[in-house]
């Protein structure tokens, strides 16, 4: 999975494509708002279909073969219609949607098997043993992210062909995990999706969950400046294309030594301390990118932002998981995780946010208001359940 996503990487490897399409900022900003966004929003949907089931996997499966095979519309998209840029970034928007909407209602049953199949007191070394092999694989996705952009393969074929290796990656992954034996779960009477809705209020008088919703809500706003490192760098400051492999590979190479420390401060101090630690990482990476093209520092200073944006995802990836199982009671853990989801993943969208404002007045107020909410998250971090 984690190889899938250096070849597809929203951030740079996607978002460089569309703009080799001549896409706006908005557009630009739109693919990550659809990838995470699109990924959490139904999920408290999902959470009202999957609450009752004794058995999670059955629901994943369906959704890995609509996501593989959204998969193989963007290569067939991308390779066939780049000559009409309109119709193949619509297109191609389009597969991404639905490529993301079948995410999200596969990404509770994961977290739900996974929490059911490792231990509390294990999954931080789970999560990170994860992390650190699958930033190896990905390390190696950005070399061959690089050598294909650097190569002779002419546009579109180059990243038609990062397209489908990601394809292969993906749907391996998918695979592989629906193998896992999953215990069943007690059974529990179905309460549907409007039983879910009435339950919102309930749960968010849970002080805990609350500070959790507001940390990850101030960090889904300061997300509106990343889509935009990768394009700043190639319009902005005019670096070749080939340099959005040593992006990637900046990014990958990052995440198995970060996990390596990340792993460390979950058993130690506990996930509230990495997500206030990765919110540092995270606020420095928009204020990086706008020294190095203030200062002329050049591509390989400009590594940085990707390299501060990798190991705060690193933290985020293994704090949030951790901290959200960890307050969710067992019989609410559906709801729990689909609540927050779907509040969340609506935030997601500021990144089109943020391509409006780049349109208009550049890409250094995005990267500002980046930087201000990642310091308030810093804050509000203070607030998060010190045990979880």
Known sequence: MFAGDG????SVV???FAARLGAPNWVIGLLPAIAGGGW????????????SAPYKLPVYRSAAFIRAATY?????????????PALCLTLFVLAMLANALASGVAGLPFLEVVSKTVSPDRRPRF??????YGGLLAFGAGLVVRAVLGSDLAFPLNYALLFALGTVAYTFGYWVFGLVTEPPDPP??????RGELRAIPETLRDPHFRAFLTVRLLLAGASMSEPFFAVYALRALHFPAAVLGAFVMALTAAAPLSNVVWQRVAERKG??????YASVFYGLAPLWAFAVGALHLGAWAYLGVFILTSVAAQGFNLGHTNHLLNIAPDGARSRYIGTLNTLVGAALFTPVVGGLIADRAGYTPVFALS??????AWWWCGKLRRDA
Do not use: K, W, Y
Not at 40 to 51: G, S
Not at 72 to 84: K, T
Not at 188 to 193: A, E, K, M, T, V
């Open 40 to 51: 959490m929003l139904p999920q408290l949907l999902i959470a009202a279909r999957v609450r």
């Open 72 to 84: 193989v519309s963007m290569v067939l998209i991308a390779a066939f219609l780049a000559d009409q």
């Open 14 to 16: 996607i978002s460089g």
């Open 127 to 132: 999560f990170g043993t994860r992390n650190l």
């Open 271 to 276: 996930s509230r301390r990495i997500i206030r």
């Open 371 to 376: 930087a201000v909410l990642c310091a308030a």
């Open 7 to 10: 070849f597809l990487n929203v």
């Open 188 to 193: 529990l009477p179905p309460q549907g999706f």
